[in-house]
């Protein structure tokens, strides 16, 4: 079993926030329609919630693939 690739807390949390900032942003455009009222209705939501968390563990699961490369690496010479 591979060994535990950790993350800082700072990393995550920067993370979340900046994820949270960019769907936020994205989902005020695309369903709102630069309006606030998409806010009423919780299918949208739903939408913003599935975005953000799918962005998120995009970015964590690209950050733990550039650690192990890079442990790979300085491990191989």
Do not use: C, H, Q
Not at 16 to 41: A, H, P
């Amino acid at each position: 079993m591979p060994k535990r690739i950790a993350l800082s807390n700072t990393f995550v949390i920067t993370v979340l926030l900046s994820t949270f900032s960019v769907v936020f942003l994205l989902v005020y455009i695309d369903e709102g329609y630069y309006d606030f009222r998409w806010m009423k209705n919780s299918g949208n939501w739903v939408v913003f919630f599935i975005y953000w968390m799918v962005l998120f563990w995009l970015i964590i699961g690209v950050a733990i693939g550039l650690r192990l490369l890079k442990k790979n690496s300085n491990g191989s010479n």
